[in-house]
T-cell receptor
Framework: GQNIDQPTEMTATEGAIVQINCTYQ??????LFWYQQHAGEAPTFLSY??LDGLEEKGRFSSFLSRSKGYSYLLLKELQMKDSASYLC??????????WGAGTKLIIKP | GAVVSQHPSRVICKSGTSVKIECRSL??????MFWYRQFPKQSLMLMAT?????????EQGVEKDKFLINHASLTLSTLTVTSAHPEDSSFYIC??????????FGPGTRLTVT
């Protein structure tokens, strides 16, 4: 079967750095997305990785290792507004999106 | 965890026909469901917010007469693409909003219009 694993919840301190991991087992791979979603709102796109390596975009970076079936989202200089759920989603060989359940990130002052 | 299903997972239709996509929350009631479309390697684009028992709220640029949404019960929302054209070919994803504002996504429906 196809599976995406993320931690259910993480807590971090304002100003710190946090890494949210995502591991996947899917039938084929055509890219991996990270989304941010605040409670009651639609998810917003953060990053897309299809090749191995690190993609940096401001305070957020996303890393992919296809051989390990692994990705992480790195958030630096955490702000209170970063409190949200972070969704990992993989595009499989049929271009179907396989979603992780999301990681709820709680930022404490 | 909460489960959301979509049916069909894939559909191919001819230009000019209509296609209905169902979104069901299987183990919880959802007063709000969202419909998204996504082109390959692009982000989700919110099309509309579907509220049980009331009219859907459409995002700017989304034709409400073309994309008909019905949220007749707390576990079912449907999206009907009317008079489909090849440019409507896309990946349509729904999500269901559980209480506390958490959203759970369906697996998506790939629509191909020939």
């Amino acid at each position: 079967g196809q599976n995406i694993d993320q931690p259910t919840e993480m807590t971090a301190t304002e100003g710190a750095i946090v890494q949210i991991n995502c591991t996947y087992q899917t039938s084929g791979f055509n890219g991996l997305f990270w989304y941010q979603q605040h409670a009651g709102e639609a998810p917003t796109f953060l990053s897309y990785n299809v090749l191995d390596g690190l993609e940096e975009k401001g305070r957020f970076s996303s890393f992919l290792s296809r051989s390990k079936g692994y990705s992480y989202l790195l958030l630096k200089e955490l702000q209170m507004k970063d409190s949200a759920s972070y969704l990992c989603a993989v595009v499989d060989s049929n271009y179907q999106l396989i979603w992780g359940a999301g990681t709820k990130l709680i930022i404490k002052p | 965890g909460a489960v959301v299903s979509q049916h069909p997972s894939r559909v191919i239709c001819k230009s000019g026909t209509s296609v209905k996509i169902e979104c069901r929350s299987l183990d919880f009631q959802a007063t709000t469901m969202f419909w998204y479309r996504q082109f390959p390697k692009q982000s989700l684009m919110l099309m509309a917010t579907s509220n049980e028992g009331s009219k859907a709220t459409y995002e700017q640029g989304v034709e409400k007469d073309k994309f008909l949404i019905n949220h007749a019960s707390l576990t079912l929302s449907t999206l009907t693409v009317t008079s489909a054209h090849p440019e409507d070919s896309s990946f349509y994803i729904c999500s269901a909003d559980r209480d506390r504002g958490e959203q759970y996504f369906g697996p998506g429906t790939r629509l191909t219009v020939t």
